[in-house]
């Protein structure tokens, strides 16, 4: 099965993945997407969300396979 790397980032600073977690293609989207909103739920109960992040999914060789930006990973619905 490929490993893919999912990375962290905002146009200045990473945070990169080493490990890296083994998992079919299809299941790359899925991933990043659960992995931005865990990191949203994280800001949410510290009161502050940036959506400035984006996380870049690399595959073993290095290739960006998939990139999710965290403003199309929740919906902002206001009151």
Do not use: N, W
Request: proline letters at 5%; hydrophobic letters at 40%.
């Amino acid at each position: 099965m490929p490993k893919f790397f999912m990375h962290l980032r905002d146009g200045t600073d990473e945070v990169l993945d080493h490990d890296g977690i083994e998992m079919p293609f299809e299941s790359v989207a899925q991933a990043a997407l659960k992995a931005a909103r865990d990191c949203i739920s994280g800001d949410v109960l510290e009161g502050r969300v940036e959506l400035k992040y984006r996380i870049d999914v690399h595959d073993e060789d290095g290739d960006i396979v998939h990139t999710l930006p965290f403003s199309s990973a929740v919906a902002i619905v206001p009151g």
